[in-house]
């Protein structure tokens, strides 16, 4: 059996094992009591949403607040991500995210939602379609429209209220501006109320003001004392079977932040509150609002509303668990802060360290500067979530704490890279040696360890963590992001391909293909699989680079048709993942999942539109260009001019590695697909290469060093021009 034929059985099995997996998957989450008990509507209830726009937990204490205080103690608790499509959430976006069922907005800058008209004890907002004809809140209506189909009415205090309430033609059943204008709290089972006191005075006109925040300490704790107030009127007057949803439902300024939920119902108390919308114990989004509500109150879930029903989680007391609630806003907040800067910061350092490297290398000094500077930049990404180990964001200084954790790890690792191969080596009795790809597979190693046991244990080192996400920001709150996938694609290609290195030498070839399309095969099910790594670009780009690296192990040639033929290949298996993933019940689909059913009912131009235009504008950032441009130029003059270059390094590492050349090449492949493939664009490329050269640069130089010469093992077959 040939090495090609190795390899296309490899990736067919591969192929069939994924697919049986997420069968699998599909199946589980059609058993009974599962994921079809989601979309089940409950025994009818009374439920109350109270909004309180501005509301973040920093906000919340005994002595300052002391009815909202008390409704936390009867509830579970959260943190509330309220991004809908901008970067920050005006009121009126909240309260029409929460009527739609989608993250949905009017524009940038919004401020308070629209003016009721009453008719009676009736209203309606005038012009409702204008939110689906004008604005593309095609679903504006869903909550209210919900309610109506299950045979309920619904009552609104204050317009926020309303707009959540209305049916698709404005109305609402019962509707009074102030709690004080209620006359029965009990006439409808659902019922909605707009504190708004703290947020209205953030208001520049009809726009939400555009600084941080606009008040005082002073201004902020008055504002904040009407509030609760207000919710102690209206939870007061709540019937006593009223299961209450309490949402700080926007921003108040300019910066975004994480906001109050709480959910009181039965067996909630003492719970941190989650949602399996963002696979966290302690966060919820606002979609999750709207089925929050219609599950209470036994109506029916549309199947356009992506959120699901709040759920109590892990068990914690009101002090220690707002306190946490309270770190994790802190935590995001922090991230956000620091990665422009470190992001900057680690584009000069790649272009400097280019710069210099060239400039030394050229003259065959400072090779072991060079090679140490190498192996810490690579050691830098990886750093950046070991550092979430530890509880940084309860520091005095966030920010510095973080900045020096992450350079505290990268040093660490840095020295168990260049340690660990030689205390190996001697323990097998070789005192001396260490290696060509000793060091850099420590660090590919470690890399791909943390972010795989990272997946596979839910994600907590990509949440806050500079290279990951954050709830604040809410792009994703689970899964794998493009800049970890980057960096766990490179790192598997290049581990995989360090080990296969010393099977080709043993003569066995077969086993070294094998271990690529294995390994990397395992990591891209997790990338792809709902719920696990969820991420589509990801397998698209994925699964070129490791049929391409297999190949290449092989011994065999990639032309331009496989290279495509991979493409489409990553394409159809990921499409094959979503299409199961929506064969699943809406409460239990990932966003593979949505994506599939808009590409069945043909609505998903506007998605790919605005990825594609995400990923363009990468193109022009000066955080991730610079680190391309520099990379690819020195890696293009390194191998064209190597002895004007680089001292020769990287022919010299391919010689004493051969495999590594695979494993560089399967990264540039993934790298380049997922550039153009994801909204991240430039971000994924640019991580790919940080990682990448640095770690080929050091074993070049490490290959130069007399006791590095090993037997070479069999050449592989060029790539054709």
């Avoid at 926007?250 to 959910?263: F, I, K, T």
């Avoid at 719970?271 to 919820?284: E, K, N, Y």
């Avoid at 199947?303 to 220690?320: C, D, L, S």
Wanted: aromatic share 6%.
């Amino acid at each position: 059996m040939g090495g090609q034929s190795v390899v296309r059985r490899a990736l067919g099995a591969l192929a069939v094992i994924t697919l049986c997996m997420v069968t699998t998957g599909a199946a589980w989450a059609h058993a009974p009591g599962r994921a079809e008990a989601a979309g089940r509507a409950d025994a009818p209830g009374r439920v109350a949403l109270i909004g309180v726009p501005g509301l973040h937990w920093d906000d919340v204490s005994a002595e300052t607040t002391p009815n909202l205080w008390r409704l936390a103690a009867q509830s579970a608790i959260g943190s509330l991500s309220v991004r809908t499509v901008g970067r920050v959430t005006c009121p009126y976006d909240g309260w029409l995210t929460i009527s739609s069922g989608v993250r949905s907005s009017v524009g940038a800058r919004c401020g308070p939602p629209p003016a009721v008209e009453q008719q009676g004890g009736k209203a309606v907002i005038p012009g409702f379609d204008w939110l689906w004809t004008v604005r593309d809140a095609d679903y504006a209506g869903s909550l209210g429209a919900a309610v109506h189909a299950a045979g309920g009415c619904t009552s609104a205090v204050g317009p926020g209220a309303a707009l959540a309430l209305a049916d698709r033609s404005g109305a609402v059943d019962l509707y009074a501006p102030a709690p004080d204008g209620v006359r029965d709290w009990s006439a409808c089972p659902v019922l909605a109320a707009d504190i708004d006191d703290l947020v209205r005075p953030y208001y520049d006109g009809e726009l939400l003001a555009d600084a941080p925040d606009k008040l005082t300490p002073a201004a902020r704790r008055a504002a904040l004392a009407a509030a609760d107030a207000g919710v102690g009127t209206v939870v007061g007057h709540l019937p006593a079977d009223t299961r209450v949803v309490l949402t700080g439902l926007s921003d108040h300024g300019s910066e975004p932040h994480l906001r109050v939920a709480m959910w009181r119902a039965p067996g909630a108390q003492d719970h941190f509150l989650g949602a399996t919308s963002t696979h966290r114990d302690d966060m919820v989004i606002l979609p999750d609002v709207t089925a929050t509500v219609l599950r209470a109150a036994g109506a029916a879930v549309p199947g356009t509303v992506i959120g699901v029903p709040w759920a109590p989680t892990g068990a914690t007391g009101t002090e220690e668990g707002v306190a946490a609630l309270r770190h994790a806003d802190v935590a995001g907040q922090t991230i956000r802060a620091v990665g422009g800067g470190f992001f900057t910061g680690l584009a000069v350092l790649q272009v400097l360290f280019y710069l210099v490297a060239f400039l030394l290398l050229r003259r065959r000094r400072a090779l072991g500067g060079v090679r140490v500077a190498a192996l810490a930049l690579a050691s830098l990404p990886v750093s950046t979530y070991l550092v979430n180990l530890a509880p940084w964001e309860r520091a005095t200084a966030p920010a510095v704490t973080l900045v020096a954790g992450v350079l505290a790890c990268a040093a660490a690792l840095t020295v168990l890279a260049l340690g660990a191969p030689v205390a190996w080596a001697r323990l097998r009795g070789r005192p001396g040696a260490g290696g060509v790809l000793g060091p850099p597979s420590v660090i590919a190693g470690v890399t791909a360890a943390v972010l795989v046991g990272d997946l596979l244990s839910g994600t907590p080192l990509q949440l806050d963590s500079i290279m990951g996400y954050t709830g604040v920001v809410g792009a994703r709150y689970y899964g794998l992001g493009n800049i970890p996938f980057a960096l766990m694609a490179t790192a598997v290609l290049l581990l995989t391909t360090a080990v296969a290195d010393g099977l080709v030498r043993a003569g066995r070839r077969r086993a070294a293909v094998l271990l690529v399309a294995g390994l990397g095969g395992f990591a891209m099910i997790l990338d792809g699989w709902p719920g696990v790594g969820s991420d589509f670009g990801g397998v698209i780009a994925f699964v070129p680079g490791i049929a391409v690296t297999a190949l290449l192990v092989a011994g065999k040639r990639v032309s331009v048709v496989r290279l495509g033929a991979f493409c489409v290949a990553g394409g159809v298996l990921v499409m094959g993942i979503a299409y199961l993933d929506h064969l699943r019940p809406p409460a239990s689909q990932t966003h593979l999942g949505r994506f599939a059913g808009q590409v069945i009912d043909g609505t998903f131009l506007p998605v790919i539109g605005r990825k594609l235009g995400a990923m363009l504008s990468t193109l022009l950032s000066p955080n991730l260009m610079p680190i391309v441009i520099a990379a690819f130029a020195f890696l293009v003059f390194a191998l064209l001019r190597p002895g004007t270059a680089s001292a020769g390094v990287l022919p010299v590492a391919f010689e004493r590695a051969p495999m590594l050349r695979a494993g560089l090449i399967g990264a540039l492949v993934s790298g380049v697909v997922g550039m153009l493939v994801n909204d991240s664009g430039a971000a994924v490329l640019s991580m790919a290469l940080a990682l990448a050269v640095p770690l080929v640069l050091s074993a070049g130089i490490r290959a130069l060093a007399p006791q590095a010469q090993a037997r070479p093992a069999p050449a592989l077959s060029p790539l054709p021009t």
